[in-house]
């Protein structure tokens, strides 16, 4: 009874080994990809005819979607591995207790699931640190006109400019708000001219080549600036301490 007994029992034990379910995670970072992508669209953009305005500006329109779907994709392996980082240094001295694995866990899904705005406020989350002392104010002033034209894209908004002419004088606005101010900050930066002086080729000096290669520097400098801040090394991800565009 005892032989056949522990037969039982092994052959059970095999079948429940058999039964258990086995989950392996294959997965990939299709932000990694892009930056090479942009580089091929700028190169193809830069053999179409300049009167080609359309190609260009859709071009150029697809190179911001590019640029921000990046930043957003960066943020989150950022905090994601602040986290992991901490964690070493924190278990050296102290044990994880499940409270803070469950926090920890909720944490992650909230990384997961947010978006450029509320990123910014993980980011102080995380770090218990103003977001000016991790971003410089004016890098991140850049930064939301960025995201800011890219609202403007994805969220289908008609452009307008229009002109009221009364008792001799000309007012000239642009709608919605977000577009106006997208325009004051470019001109700022002097990227574009006045309403008056570009009112003719307003959307195609809002998406020009010019105003591209600057959100792509800034872009470049916001990447640098936030692994410094983050103390992300090399050693803790490669891939995203060369993230470059």
Not at 18 to 46: G, T
Not at 170 to 196: A, M
Not at 197 to 212: A, L, R, V, W, Y
């Amino acid at each position: 009874f005892s032989k056949m007994n522990n037969f039982f029992l092994l052959n059970h034990n095999a079948q429940r080994v058999m039964n258990e379910i086995r989950i392996k995670e294959h997965y990939n970072s299709p932000y990694l990809f892009l930056p090479d992508s942009i580089r091929w669209i700028i190169k193809q953009r830069n053999e179409i005819d300049i009167t080609d305005l359309d190609k260009l500006e859709g071009l150029n329109c697809s190179i911001i979607l590019s640029l921000t779907s990046i930043i957003e994709s960066f943020n989150k392996e950022l905090m994601n591995n602040w986290i992991i980082g901490y964690f070493k240094i924190y278990q050296q001295t102290y044990d994880i207790d499940f409270l803070l694995e469950r926090l920890t866990d909720e944490l992650k899904i909230e990384i997961e699931l947010s978006e450029w705005n509320k990123q910014k406020k993980l980011f102080q989350k995380i770090t218990n640190d103003e977001l000016s002392n991790i971003i410089p104010n004016d890098l991140m002033k850049s930064m939301d006109a960025l995201f800011s034209f890219r609202n403007i894209l994805t969220h289908g908004n008609k452009l307008s400019l229009i002109e009221t002419k009364f008792n001799g004088k000309t007012d000239l606005r642009l709608e919605p708000v977000k577009f106006n101010t997208l325009f004051n900050f470019l001109r700022e930066k002097k990227l574009i001219e006045n309403l008056t002086n570009t009112k003719e080729n307003i959307f195609n000096d809002m998406f020009s080549n010019k105003t591209i290669t600057f959100f792509i520097e800034i872009v470049n400098e916001y990447l640098e600036k936030a692994k410094i801040s983050f103390g992300l090394n090399e050693e803790l991800n490669k891939e995203l301490y060369n993230l470059k565009i």
